[in-house]
């Protein structure tokens, strides 16, 4: 009896890379966007974990949480994107959180877990990245 193949394991790869993707990106920039659109008042309460200033640290996780995650959901310059976000879930993991309860810490390590994942996995064949690779070969 034959077995029916509806999709390539390359075509369920890239569209399960597109979901995880697509999906933690936009969720961690709706975080950055918060702190974006509130800066001022993150401002005067922000933690300094790694002793930059309150200012520069915010700055670096609105640019990690938003713009980095934005290119993450498109999968434009993926890997790249993905350093500043592993960073930023390092140091709120285990630096920002450090003495908190582990259910404090759960959504960064969840978040580092999918961003080192789709470090090692890259973006897929449906991304910028995949489309550029494509163009670039003509």
Not at 97 to 104: C, R
Not at 125 to 137: E, M, N, P, T, V
Request: net charge positive; with cysteine.
């Amino acid at each position: 009896m034959k077995r029916l193949i509806f999709f390539s394991n390359t075509i369920l790869k890239d569209l399960a890379l597109l979901i995880l993707r697509a999906g933690a990106g936009l969720m961690m920039a709706t975080h950055g966007w918060a702190k974006l659109s509130n800066f001022s008042s993150n401002l005067q309460n922000f933690a300094d974990p790694i002793g930059l200033g309150p200012a520069v640290s915010l700055q670096l996780v609105i640019f990690a949480e938003f713009f980095c995650a934005l290119f993450l959901a498109i999968g434009f310059l993926t890997r790249v994107s993905l350093v500043p976000l592993i960073i930023a879930m390092l140091v709120a993991a285990f630096v920002a959180h450090a003495g908190d309860p582990f259910g404090d810490k759960e959504l960064s390590l969840m978040y580092l877990t999918v961003f080192v994942s789709l470090f090692l996995l890259g973006p897929g064949g449906y991304s910028l990245d995949a489309q550029i690779r494509r163009k670039s070969r003509y």
